[in-house]
């Protein structure tokens, strides 16, 4: 059985992959703040408050077409839950599809998530200069 921490971030997981507006917002505190810190073909961006992370789901619900989200490993430190994946999507008036590799940093107390941090890669594999 997952810790607390770890249960609301699962909730909120799987209000995303339901696309439940209301479950989703429902796992964040008044005050929370999430920080995506861009990657080579998204902007940073910081949604600030409940109403913040409100919109972050209505733009996610309303403009991207997703094709996988995979949650890889979830670890917790404390209060701080740690989450590794992947995704790939489709955003409205583009045509390619964009993938990233991500680590999502939660905070969470009295039950909500406080914080959000997403460190986030777009740069494909094959890109990456090797170092032997």
């Known amino acids: ?68 989200f995979n949650v890889s490993e979830i670890i917790q430190n404390a209060n701080l839950v740690i989450a590794f994946g992947n995704e790939e999507f489709t955003m409205a008036g583009r045509d390619d599809a964009l993938a990233q590799k991500w680590v999502q940093i939660y905070t969470v107390e009295n039950g909500l998530i406080t914080r959000m941090e997403e460190f986030a890669t777009s740069a494909d594999e094959k890109s990456y200069l090797v170092v032997q």
């Open 1 to 68: 059985m997952p810790s607390p921490q770890i249960a609301v971030v699962e909730k909120m997981f799987s209000a995303f992959a339901a696309k439940d507006l209301d479950a989703a917002v429902s796992t964040v505190s008044e005050d929370t703040l999430w920080i995506h810190h861009g990657t080579q073909k998204l902007p940073s961006m910081r949604f600030v408050g409940k109403s913040g992370v409100r919109q972050f789901f209505e733009i996610n619900f309303n403009t991207m077409s997703v094709t996988y």
